[in-house]
């Protein structure tokens, strides 16, 4: 069995907001939060990073990157979802905004897309389309990947089986750190179809 340790990126000044397509970069904070994480990942054994275009995701995997002696590889499919009209707000400025839609979002989430924001399933799509090309690569590679809560629970959801509290709970923190065990069967269904 291969493994892939999915990381979340360190924290930006946009902590509390609608972050999505936002590109903040590194707060101090993060900056103390990435020098933990690469204290945490020094038993690791990894050949290569992969991240997020975004900076926050970048930053951070760069650092990895550097403390590994390893190459980082930029893969935009690693975006967080975009929250269109909501990026950079806070929840109270979403609900003074627009109350009713608020509402609505919640009681639908997460199948009902922000105002201009990106569609759950699309999002999804991308993302699993990406964790495919990923689990591939650990065939012959140990991989991280640092990217966004929405898709580490993506990821937790849709591959693991985690509840969304479960997956809530597991990437609350910046830097936190979800291992994703590709099974051989997974494997063999994955360069079964590329073949």
């Keep these: 069995m291969s493994e892939i340790l999915f990381i979340r990126h360190a924290a930006t ?17 993060g900056q103390e939060q990435i020098s933990e994480l690469i204290d945490r ?5 990894i050949d290569i990073v992969y991240t997020s275009d975004l900076r ?5 995997a760069s650092a990895i990157a550097e403390a590994s002696g390893v190459e980082c590889e930029v893969r935009a499919a690693l975006r967080e979802i975009s929250f269109g009209t909501w990026e950079g707000l806070s929840w109270k400025d979403i609900e003074q905004r627009d109350a009713v839609y608020a509402h609505r979002w919640i009681s639908e989430y997460p199948r009902l897309a922000a105002p201009d924001g990106e569609d759950f399933s699309d999002f999804e799509r ?13 065939i012959e590679q140990r991989i991280a ?10 990821v937790l959801c849709s591959l693991d089986n985690c ?9 609350e923190s910046y830097c936190a750190i979800v291992r994703h065990t590709v ?9 079964g179809a590329s073949s």
């Design 13 to 29: 000044d946009m902590a509390g907001t609608f972050c999505g397509h936002s590109d903040p970069d590194i707060n101090a904070r």
């Design 145 to 154: 990947v640092v990217t966004h809560a929405g898709v580490l629970r993506t």
């Design 183 to 191: 099974a051989p069967p997974l494997l063999t269904q994955i360069i």
């Design 56 to 60: 926050r995701a970048a930053a951070t």
């Design 41 to 45: 990942l020094r038993k690791e054994s």
């Design 163 to 171: 509840s969304l509290d479960d997956a809530w709970r597991q990437t």
């Design 126 to 138: 991308r993302v699993l389309k990406e964790v495919e090309f990923l689990c591939a690569k650990a």
